[in-house]
């Protein structure tokens, strides 16, 4: 394990482990898995483009997460690439509950609601990394050797995201916040769930 790997263990962020259940469907339904996953990829650029619109006075920001948008196009890319090779049609997912469910846990007023925003972010890059870590050795190659060079890339935005907001927290107590939303987080990833989605909870 490489020191952008253990840097993790410095900072509490996630709060619970991935159901064994979930890497179980996973592996069953991998199409469907990487069509979601293509999905992740476009919503993690869109979520870095939003900080530079919402934030432009912010030079150091925005340039760490335009850089940031750029290499989460590239993994959209290769993302589609795999389902042409791999022969997997793209169709219209609805969205998970994940997402809205840290949504409704950001706070509506500045600066609170941008340090939420960041916090969320490095949550879902941390859950990002936890699970594709976990798919990597579960998946045949070349899949699985994918995603396991995409958990390094995960584990630097889940970084980034995390310096970040301790550098804009100013006199908020923001690894207190992290684990307030991080319990949020805990109990989607681990509630049962209806739907499957890269970022859903135990399949019910």
């Known amino acids: ?22 890497y179980e469907v996973a592996c069953e339904r991998w199409q469907e898995l990487l069509i979601d996953h293509a999905n992740c990829e476009k919503k993690a650029a869109s979520t870095a483009l939003s900080f530079i619109f919402t934030y432009p006075e912010d ?27 791999l022969r997997v049609p793209f169709k219209r997912l ?30 879902i890059e941390a859950r990002s990394c936890e699970r594709f870590l976990g798919l990597a050795p579960r998946l045949a190659a070349p899949l699985g050797d ?26 908020i107590d923001w690894r207190a916040r992290l684990r307030q939303i991080g319990e ?6 681990t509630a049962p769930d209806p739907q499957f989605r890269f970022h859903s909870g135990t399949p019910e």
């Not at 030079?59 to 997460?65: I, V």
């Not at 998970?96 to 409704?104: E, F, I, P, Q, T």
């Not at 994918?146 to 006199?171: I, P």
């Not at 949020?184 to 990833?189: F, K, P, V």
């Open 1 to 22: 394990m490489n020191a952008v790997m253990r840097e993790e263990s410095t900072v509490t962020v996630l709060l619970a482990s991935t159901p064994q259940r979930w």
């Open 59 to 85: 030079f150091a920001l925005t340039e760490k997460l335009s850089r940031l948008a750029r290499e989460e196009l590239r993994h959209f890319e290769q993302v589609q690439k795999f389902m042409q090779t």
């Open 94 to 123: 609805s969205p998970s509950r994940y997402a809205d469910g840290l949504r409704r846990a950001l706070r509506a007023h500045e600066p609170n609601r941008r340090l939420d925003l960041m916090l969320c972010g490095a949550l």
């Open 146 to 171: 994918f995603y396991a060079s995409l958990a390094q890339s995960e584990a630097r935005h889940r970084g980034l995201y995390l310096k970040l907001a301790e550098q804009r927290a100013n006199d």
């Open 184 to 189: 949020i987080e805990a109990e989607l990833i």
